[in-house]
């Protein structure tokens, strides 16, 4: 035993203090070390960069919707009718996201109100796998769509999407046309359709439903495409612009309406619902 050993064992030194491992966060835009709870109270927004971060599906309803809303039970579908297997099985795939999420697939929808309004809302989770649209998926939306038609209120959907589910192969890309024609039902009511796009929006959803908005919103320096930025430039063989395919270069080109940040969103949306619903449909 070595001199420094014994006299560490000898004095009184205070045990180690032990540090929880969710007490700081790094923020993915600048890089500085954020008190997690500081975070989490900014509604997930970097004070330094005011980088908004992804966050889950309840914490997203919880910032949108009026204390009181209800959860929408999620439709049944058929898991893996394709039998696929990559580097693991599909169905191992989706136990694992569902152990790791606490609802049963990436959309999820709520009734209630908004600053008074009543509306339902859908919000995609891009924790459960890349927020990516299955079967699954493209049901919620449409019982979303069906149950705002039947409660006569506005639907308003929060899209964070990697794309369409390569493991349902063409059932997935079908559901771009389902939820696509389900949007129809609102048209055909009269009632409001808003898009809030959040980062990242891509592919299949981008092509479908998260562009159809009677109004489009995003969050500040979302990621909203259709194909990758560097599959685009290998197929131009041009280097893009500066921002390109993030929320602040859509607007500037009449993609997308407003690029409202978190803390406004729940009012915008408010104001927007009030202006566009008819008033025999106010809470």
Known sequence: MSWITRVRNALPFAPKRETPDNLWIKCPGCGEMLFTREYVENLSVCPSCEHHGRIGADARLAQLLDPGFKLLPAPKVREDPLK??????????????????????ALTNAFGTIDGHRAVVGVQDFAFMGGSMGMAVGSAFVAGVRRAVTERCPYVAVTAAGGARMQEGILSLMQMPRTTAALQLLKAAGLPYIVVLTDPTTGGVTASYAMLGDVQIAEPGALIGFAGQRVIQDTIREKLPEGFQRAEYLLAHGMIDMVVPRSELKATLARLLGYLSPAKLAA
Request: aromatic content about 10%; hydrophobic content about 30%; overall charge positive.
């Open 84 to 105: 696929f297997r990559d580097s693991k099985r599909y169905t191992d795939r989706i136990k694992a996201a569902r152990a790791a999420n606490p609802h049963a697939d």
